[in-house]
């Protein structure tokens, strides 16, 4: 007798351990047995996310969230597969939904931000992350997202606060440094710049992006 339990934790194993399509085939066995098993639907339609299938992305985790509507992640989730097909309005309304049914749950605010930022609606998207960072002051994502709002439109004082302050509460952060970096060279602060660069390197010894920036600024510098 198929055992839909154990399958679903293989799937999900599998999942995790990148085996993409060895856990849709499992999904698909799952649901086969049982059409409305909520789980199974949501997690392959994250696989037809990933894999660019937008369409049928979204389809599966309405379904998924038509069968459990109390689910936040499901409803974060379908946002997440909105945002990736352009539908940004739609996955404002997930992502507000999702935030109504669990207000304290960071990811979802950093995800709302993020649809925000992209239709241009700055001040509700810093709003987005500042929440975030409030939920969860070690939370790297939204401090990156906000400081590249402000470099974005070359408010470089405020984009470095910002920087500076993701450097206190995330130090062992290898994409702080790389862009509190960026935003330091484009301030002039060539020696902070470097500082920066060079913590990155040491959280990520071979990262080219890093060893590259590093060297530029050594040679501006006259030292080497």
């Known amino acids: 007798m198929f055992d839909i339990h154990q399958a679903l934790q293989q799937a999900v194993a599998l999942q995790q351990a990148g ?6 085939s ?5 649901l086969a047995a049982d059409p409305e098993q909520a789980d199974a639907k949501h997690l392959l339609g994250l696989i037809a996310s990933r894999q660019g299938e937008h ?11 038509a069968a459990s509507p109390t689910s936040a992640v499901f409803l974060s989730n379908l946002g997440v597969t909105y945002r990736k097909a352009g539908r940004l309005d739609e996955a404002l309304a997930a992502y507000r939904q999702a935030i109504a049914l669990e207000p304290s749950n960071a990811d979802f605010h950093f995800n709302l ?4 930022k992209l239709k241009r609606q700055f001040a509700e998207a810093e709003s987005a992350f500042r929440h975030a960072i409030d939920l969860a002051p070690n939370f790297s994502a939204p401090r990156l997202s906000m400081m590249s709002l402000y470099a974005d439109r070359h408010e470089l004082k405020t984009a470095y606060e910002i920087g500076r ?3 206190q509460n995330c130090p062992n952060t290898f994409e702080v ?3 509190f970096g960026a935003v ?6 060539l020696e902070q710049a470097s ?21 530029t600024l050594y040679m501006m510098s006259h030292r080497i």
Not at 26 to 30: G, P, T
Not at 113 to 116: D, E, I, R, V
């Open 195 to 215: 500082e920066c660069y060079a913590r990155a390197v040491d959280l990520q010894p071979h990262n080219v992006d890093a060893l590259t920036r590093l060297a």
């Open 26 to 30: 499992l999904y698909e066995q799952v």
């Open 113 to 116: 931000g993020k649809s925000l």
């Open 177 to 179: 440094y790389l862009n």
């Open 165 to 167: 302050e993701a450097v």
């Open 19 to 24: 085996q993409f399509s060895q856990a849709a």
């Open 55 to 65: 369409a049928r992305a979204i389809e599966l985790i309405r379904q998924a969230v």
């Open 184 to 189: 330091c060279r484009r301030l002039n602060a």
